[in-house]
């Protein structure tokens, strides 16, 4: 069957999203194929982190992009016990403190077993949101490797030198040149990744800005934190970094649904109030990685065994080459300096 090849945006698109095929509809979910820093050793102190970081009180905390709910469990877990390590899959434990809700948003229906004082919404999928999702009042929403799935333009270099979008054969991956890119990417492109040597592809931020914009809209009060891999002005990856993962490997972007596909985002274009590494962001909030004083193992050797294992887990979460390198965007609704700042 010979197919024609569509541009890469709505390719990605059906790959991921089509109803009933598409690899996050129909598949495994996410931890079938790899793993974040939301699960397991990472997850509960990860969870815990992203909890100290509103400057108010927080009556319903959302994550978009939820997965099979891993994140969601534990912060449903940490809200509840204050405990380091959330409840295992399944369990249901004391509601969380004051009735704060929290709220799991993915493109599958409720997850089997899914911790019960988790509450589940659909989504649509890509950039688009559930409607139900709104009015979000005194919010902490969380978006953990969500806009890294938001599928945008991909364009390239001509060896004339102009900018055109790249069209793929969702049966086989190949890819061709299609038109010259067109407004309002183009627009995106010349302020946020110029470039005019041949062979340099750009993955057009816009689709994450207006998906994150849109998630923003959502929200009347509180603070929304992006967490995703990236890059910004001054190291923009030149021959793009659209990959697949499938099974645990990385492997060629086929947009044939049977694999994952991704792009690191341009975090610097998203509207943010802070902008900063992982890494960054979680030293502000008091996380060393410091490994425990080995003279306490003696006096105190369970005590001693669960701060090796917080610093264990603190330490990937800060790792530089790991976890750490991810980026994230906070965004405070109501805040009065809403400009974006690049920290
Ligand atoms: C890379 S996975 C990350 C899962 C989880 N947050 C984690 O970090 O382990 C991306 C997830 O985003 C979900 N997703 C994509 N678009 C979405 C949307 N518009 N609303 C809600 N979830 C979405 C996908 O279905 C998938 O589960």
Redesign the pocket.
């Known amino acids: 069957m010979v197919v024609d090849p569509v541009p890469w945006r709505d390719a990605w698109h059906t790959a991921?999203?089509a109803a009933g095929r598409g690899f996050?509809v129909a598949g495994g979910?996410?931890?079938a194929h790899?793993t974040?820093?939301?699960?397991r050793p990472t997850g509960a102190l990860l969870a815990e982190a992203l909890l100290a970081v509103p400057e108010h009180p927080v009556r319903v905390v959302v994550?978009?992009?939820?997965?099979r709910g891993?994140?969601a469990t534990h912060l449903v877990g940490a809200l509840a016990s204050g405990s380091r390590y959330a409840a295992a899959p399944g369990h249901a434990g004391p509601p969380p403190p004051d009735g704060v809700r929290v709220v799991a948003?993915?493109?599958?229906a409720r997850p089997p077993g899914l911790d019960e004082r988790v509450e589940w919404l659909r989504?649509?999928?890509?950039?688009?949101?559930?409607e139900q999702l709104d009015d979000l009042e005194d919010a902490l929403v969380v978006a953990?490797?969500?806009l890294?799935?938001?599928p945008c333009t991909v364009a390239q270099v001509d060896p004339h030198g102009e900018l055109r979008e790249v069209l793929v054969d969702p049966v086989t991956g190949a890819e061709t040149f299609g038109d010259l890119l067109e407004q309002p990417d183009r627009e995106w492109c010349a302020a946020h990744w110029p470039t005019t040597t041949p062979g340099d592809r750009v993955e057009v931020g816009l689709e994450r800005d207006r998906?994150w914009a849109e998630l923003v809209s959502r929200v009347r009060s509180g603070t929304l934190v992006a967490v995703d891999y990236g890059h910004t002005a001054t190291a923009r990856p030149d021959g793009g970094s659209l990959t697949a993962y499938v099974g645990g490997r990385q492997s060629h972007p086929v947009p044939d649904g049977s694999c994952?596909l991704?792009a690191h985002v341009a975090v610097d274009t998203l509207a943010a109030d802070t902008v900063r590494t992982q890494r960054d962001a979680l030293r502000a909030l008091g996380l060393r990685g410091a490994v425990p004083p080995h003279a306490t193992a003696t006096a105190d050797p369970l005590g001693y065994l669960a701060a090796l294992e917080q610093a264990s887990a603190e330490a990937r979460l800060l790792d530089a080459d790991g976890f750490g390198a991810f980026w994230w965007a906070v965004r405070r609704v109501g805040a009065p300096d809403g400009a974006a700042r690049h920290d």
């Open positions: 991921l999203y996050y979910g996410p931890a790899f974040t820093a939301t699960h994550d978009v992009g939820a997965g891993e994140l948003v993915d493109v599958v989504s649509p999928g890509g950039g688009a949101l559930p953990h490797e969500w890294d799935v938001v998906a994952d991704t």
